[in-house]
């Protein structure tokens, strides 16, 4: 088994029989809470990353992905780090992700998660394969003792008795097998129906790439891209279908993630939801943006004098939100951006300048200049 830790290494999760599946489906008839809405409590989150391994080969990046998905999931998304005086994300990374403490974190999220939370586990390290059945690799454990090693079962029996109304795991390590179902979901979940869905870096039958060294690996630099760009509520389905794409051919197909619900209790045909922060400051440059594009449409059409007009007023707004400090970079960035596409049309820089110039600490020249060497 030695041989077979190599890259982030093989992990085959708990995969269901289609004998299973055909007794399950009978009668099962999708629940919806009462309100018909989706999950009313917190985000749970553990990441356990390890690169820094005692006997195993070293990783290099698997720290950086998970410090960096956390980031993003807490500057963008509805994570939080703390709230109502419970602690809300674990990070487990190098000495930490001990056997013990792994399953013990598992353990004591069984006892803070009620149906209303939902949980993300994100396992980033190296796996195995034997006997048709998957582990992860604690730091501490040696290659060739799998009894050191956390395999799905173990993992399958700690998912069982999380009550979490979704429960979304994701793997950068390759995983297919006995962790999910054998058949293909094809319909489309809601987030009011209970889910439990894994999302693994690669199949059991490849291997999942560590990166270049200081980089992120190829399935968490994608997850990233796609987290970061996203500008509204995502569910996971839409998330890994788009993410199977872009890893296979960022990979050219030596490595293609699976997504599938998990073999364990509680998966009701919902999927799990990532929803954006309300963001004030975000509002207000989705507003400004908006309200610019409609001042160039006007421009576009030869309104010269309702756009000068219409432009009165929007920096009568802007030069109220700019003195609020939390606002102002966001707001002269976005600005600047939709500002800059403008100037090329020569009836609209009249109108440009007086915004340009008033008082944001923008350079009408520099910005001109800027436009020309990139000609």
Request: glycine share 6%; proline share 4%; aromatic share 8%.
């Amino acid at each position: 088994m030695a041989n077979g830790i190599s890259n982030r290494g093989c992990f085959l999760p708990l995969l269901k029989t289609s004998n299973q599946m055909a007794t399950e489906k009978k009668g099962m008839v999708p629940r919806k809470n009462q309100q018909g809405q989706g999950p009313t409590g917190h985000n749970y989150l553990l990441a356990i990353s390890i690169d820094k391994y005692q006997y195993a080969p070293p990783l290099s990046n698997c720290v950086r992905d998970a410090a960096a998905l956390i980031e993003v999931l807490t500057t963008k998304y509805n994570f939080v780090p703390k709230k109502d005086n419970k602690q809300l994300i674990y990070h487990l990374k190098n000495e930490q992700a001990t056997r013990k403490n792994i399953l013990r974190k598992l353990t004591d999220l069984k006892n803070k998660i009620t149906p209303k939370d939902n949980l993300l586990i994100y396992f980033s390290g190296h796996g195995e394969t034997a006997d048709n059945t998957g582990f992860w690799i604690p730091v501490e454990a040696q290659p060739d003792e799998e009894d050191e090693f956390i395999s799905t079962d173990e993992i399958k029996r700690k998912l069982n008795v999380i009550n979490s109304f979704h429960t979304l795991l994701i793997v950068d390590a390759c995983f297919s097998g006995s962790l999910f179902v054998s058949y293909k979901n094809t319909k489309k979940g809601y987030e009011y129906n209970p889910s439990r869905w894994g999302l693994a870096a690669s199949h059991s039958r490849e291997v999942a790439l560590d990166g270049q060294a200081g980089e992120n690996s190829p399935f968490a630099t994608q997850l990233l891209k796609i987290l970061k760009k996203n500008t509204e509520a995502l569910g996971i389905q839409q998330l890994s279908a788009a993410l199977i794409d872009t890893v296979s051919r960022a990979t050219n197909q030596k490595q293609t993630p699976v997504f599938q619900p998990l073999n364990v209790k509680g998966h009701e045909l919902g999927q799990y939801v990532f929803h954006l922060k309300e963001d004030k400051e975000l509002t207000l440059v989705q507003e400004i943006e908006a309200s610019i594009k409609e001042g160039i449409t006007q421009i576009e059409a030869g309104q010269i004098r309702k756009a000068k007009r219409y432009f009165k007023g929007l920096l009568q707004e802007v030069k109220e939100d700019i003195q609020n400090e939390a606002y102002r970079t966001p707001l002269i960035d976005k600005l600047k951006e939709q500002l800059l596409i403008c100037t090329n049309i020569p009836k609209y820089q009249p109108i440009i300048e007086k915004i340009l110039q008033h008082k944001y600490g923008l350079d009408l020249q520099k910005s001109l200049q800027k436009i020309k060497d990139q000609e």
